[in-house]
Each structure stands twice: as C-alpha cells, then as structure tokens.
C-alpha cells in the first residue's frame, strides 16, 4: 500500500497532511442539510421515537426526585437539588 503524506511547519507547529489540502476547503451545507419536508419516513419515524423517549425519561426523573424529597422530608434531612 502506497501511503503519501507531506509534513509541513505552521508557525510553531508541525501539520501533518495525509490527503488533499482541509485549508481553504469550502462546505456545500445543501449537500448535508435537508429541510423537513425532504426527510425519509424512517427519520420522521426516529424523531417519534427520541421525543418519546425524552418524555418518559423527563417523567421518571420528576418521580424519582419527588420520592427523593419526600422520603428526605419524612426523615427530617435537608436536600439540596443543583
């Protein structure tokens, strides 16, 4: 395998190139962005699936910090939260 690199000095550090130059690289955004309507089902289907699972998790947590703080109320300590 045939392996080409080019060591290069920038200022006071050592660049080391293994490809095509990255410096003055302009990124085609259009080519990794889409728009909502231009999504594919699966990823409508995974967005469903994230903000169902934020919404139960954001749910469990509420009950374990009110059993937290009732269970610390009951036993006369103080919890400080954040």
Request: with cysteine; proline share 4%; glycine share 6%.
């Amino acid at each position: 395998m045939l392996c080409t690199f080019v060591v290069r000095r920038l200022g006071r550090a050592w660049v080391l190139h293994t490809g095509p130059p990255l410096l003055n690289a302009e990124i085609a955004w259009k080519h990794y962005l889409k728009t909502l309507p231009h999504f594919e089902w699966y990823q409508y289907v995974g967005m469903a699936v994230f903000a169902l699972g934020w919404i139960q998790q954001y749910r469990c947590h509420a009950i374990l910090v009110s059993t937290l703080l009732s269970h610390s109320i009951s036993s006369g300590n103080i919890v400080k939260l954040l």
